[in-house]
């Protein structure tokens, strides 16, 4: 049980274009989700936090209007990267809980920006 | 802020050496201390956790014992194996930042046959 799942798990998109990224909690009903980005070999940076059917809390010095996450549902947030650059190449991790219980995490997707 | 500091990597062990990762952490209250483990390409794994002091989390032969008056998380196994090469992430929770995960660095260990 307590499956997480990320699609894709990498895409490659040329500067400009926007891409989304879905996470969805397989097995049970995620009341928050996480997004997370990891650059090579280094640790995860929290993105954001968000509840289902509410707006999602940024962290401090990410940028809310290229990041877009929406959490539509108990079971699906997604993270849209608006008009990318190569700079936002990075591996995209997203976690998912429910009341009570730890976080799960999904495989991640790598993003490359050329 | 809370925060979690992690022994430098990379650590390169031979396969059925001993393995300790250290791990300490600043805060305070009542904290859920995890070990994660990342495969090269793949998101976290849960590997152990802790809830209170003094609470030994255990999986796979590795153990962690939560030390409130150490303020220590630190990871062990006995007999490592190639198969345990991966990057180990320690992480806090502390419920007055909700659901939040507090992580440390994480440390890359390779385990050479």
């Known amino acids: 049980g307590a499956v997480v799942s990320q699609h894709p798990s990498w895409v490659i998109c040329k500067s400009g274009t926007s891409v989304k990224i879905e996470c969805r909690s397989l097995?049970?009903?995620?009341?928050?989700m996480f997004w997370y980005r990891q650059f090579p070999k280094q640790s995860l940076m929290l993105m954001a936090t968000?509840?289902?059917?509410?707006?999602?809390?940024?962290e401090q010095g990410v940028e809310k209007d290229k990041f877009l996450i929406n959490h539509a549902s108990l079971t699906l947030s997604t993270l849209t990267v608006t008009s990318a650059h190569p700079e936002d190449s990075s591996f995209y991790i997203c976690s998912a809980r429910r009341t009570g219980f730890e976080q799960y995490f999904g495989p991640g997707t790598r993003l490359t920006v050329t | 802020g809370d925060s979690v500091t992690q022994m430098e990597g990379p650590v390169t062990l031979s396969e059925e050496a001993f393995l300790t990762i250290n791990c300490t952490y600043t805060?305070?209250?009542?904290?859920?201390l995890f070990w994660y483990v990342q495969y090269p390409g793949e998101g976290l794994q849960l590997l152990l956790k802790?809830?209170?002091?003094?609470d030994k989390g255990s999986n796979k032969g590795f153990e962690a014992t939560y030390r409130k008056e150490t303020t220590s998380f630190h990871l062990e196994k006995g007999s490592v194996q190639v198969s345990d090469s991966a990057v180990y992430f320690c992480a806090l929770s502390d419920p007055t930042s909700g659901s939040r995960l507090t992580f440390g660095e994480g440390t890359q260990l390779t385990v050479n046959p």
């Open positions: 805060a305070t209250g009542y904290l859920s």
């Open positions: 968000s509840n289902e059917g509410s707006k999602a809390t940024y």
């Open positions: 097995d049970f009903q995620a009341t928050t």
């Open positions: 802790a809830t209170k002091a003094d």
